[in-house]
């Protein structure tokens, strides 16, 4: 088991991890999205374009789903999810499957917003990565490659105790 000090060591780096990242990558996306001119796509709430991403890469998705990725309680999901249909982004349909459950996709609309957003997302990462030499660039993969199977280690073990 690991001593409160390290436990705090984790949580420490977890947070400048964030921090990092935010400061490195999101602010920069952010603001070529604000900068953008493809039909609405500057009138996107700040949490919007992560949520196109999101729903663009998995195809379809159920709104709880969503909102676990986001970290929006129920209301604010809603009220998000609601936002982008009035855009014409996103649309719902019942679950053929399970009539009790709703799915959401993107719209022909919402599709292009998810292009012009993998878009920008690459013009950052290519901005940032330049400042990386080959081994730099192999060490940061391996890093994110064993942060992912971590995390998803530990959300396949917290889902077997529910």
Request: with cysteine; hydrophobic share 35%.
């Amino acid at each position: 088991m690991l001593d409160n000090n390290r436990i705090r060591e984790l949580r420490l780096l977890m947070l400048e991890r964030t921090i990092l990242f935010n400061k490195l990558f999101e602010r920069e996306v952010s603001q070529k999205i604000s900068r953008a001119r493809f039909e609405e796509l500057e009138k996107l709430g700040k949490q919007q374009p992560t949520v196109i991403l999101i729903i663009g890469t998995v195809g379809e998705i159920i709104p709880s789903y969503l909102g676990l990725c986001m970290n929006l309680d129920r209301s604010s999901l809603s009220r998000m999810i609601d936002s982008l249909e009035k855009k014409g982004i996103v649309r719902r349909r019942t679950d053929p499957e399970d009539r009790r459950k709703v799915l959401v996709s993107l719209t022909e609309k919402g599709e292009r917003y998810y292009e012009v957003l993998l878009g920008i997302m690459e013009e950052v990462h290519a901005s940032i990565m330049v400042y990386l030499d080959e081994q730099d660039f192999r060490e940061y993969e391996a890093c994110l490659k064993t942060e992912v199977r971590i995390m998803k280690k530990i959300d396949s073990r917290l889902d077997g105790e529910e």
